[in-house]
């Protein structure tokens, strides 16, 4: 899909994107630690951006495949102006905590191919909510050096309480004493989502974002837009 007139041409990922990625899961623990301390936490005016990114990944059920979406969406419909796909077989195998081996690569790939560079990118997964602080949203926002924060559907580490049931309520998701992402209620009387810091954004901003891109609906629509298209892509696969 191209991008409408006045969009800004997308870059290819520096250098770092072309790692060799770890295959074995005691290195790629050690690089989730060695990474983490690189995570930059930055404020975003939630309000000036225009361009956003969703990512999801779709397993298939018949075989090893996956497909890997990327969709930006413009202000302030929120309408999809640019998307990428990506079929592939992770490499590496399935380990909790580990997930970003076996997605990031994909995702690169398909931000790699897009024509339009987003102000943000939101992926469908963790960030600093992470057992090592070092989740998907991280590796992603640390290859690319772009603002990403990570939506997640269900806790992955920490706990918090219910927040108040009006949309924007929320409370935060502490693990081992630190405040690593928001409990957020995006939609009034439904279940909150986890949102957390992934690179170059910080938890309010971050926060401010999720809210700004789920007018309607529980999950954010880049999250929405590209978890259709992985599904879509990979049926026709």
Known sequence: MDGPPGTRPHRAPGPVAQREWPTDAGEARSLQERLAPLVRQEAVDAGAVSLVAGLDVAYSADDDRLAAAAVVLAAPEWGAVDSATVVSRPRFPYVPGLFAFREAP????????????????ICDGFGLAHPRRFGLACHVGLELDRPVLGVGKTPFVGRSAEPAPERGAWTPLVDDGEVVGRCLRTRAGVKPVYVSVGHRVDLVSATELTLRVAPQYRIPEPVRHADRLCRERLAAA
Do not use: I, Y
């Open 106 to 121: 994909a995702l690169l790939e398909a931000v790699a191919r897009l024509r339009t560079e987003p102000d943000v990118l």
